[in-house]
């Protein structure tokens, strides 16, 4: 059975460096687990040494409605 846990919000460009940042140093500590902020929940994963990460980058030109830049990273792996 797969449990999701979503949160959506908006950052600002600094609030959101500060997350990847401390998403960084979960990766980076010498733990098995890493601790991910979700929302109002703290997630706690197994991550091996090495993961698959995708980055999905879509840039879209509209007349009517005005640019939109979207940017997905994905990480996955097999604990």
């Known amino acids: ?15 959101l ?3 990847l940042a ?5 990766f980076d500590r010498d733990s098995e687990e890493v601790h991910v902020d979700v ?3 703290t997630i706690s ?3 091996p040494e090495e993961v ?6 879509v840039e879209r030109t509209s007349m ?3 640019s939109r830049e979207t940017i997905k990273i994905e ?3 097999k604990p």
């Open 1 to 15: 059975m797969a449990q999701r846990t979503t949160a959506d919000e908006r950052l600002t460009r600094s609030e």
């Open 17 to 19: 460096a500060a997350y």
């Open 22 to 26: 401390g998403l960084s140093e979960e």
């Open 39 to 41: 929302g109002n929940k």
């Open 45 to 47: 994963l197994t991550p």
């Open 52 to 57: 698959d990460c995708s980055v999905d980058v």
């Open 64 to 66: 009517l409605r005005g």
């Open 75 to 77: 990480l996955s792996w």
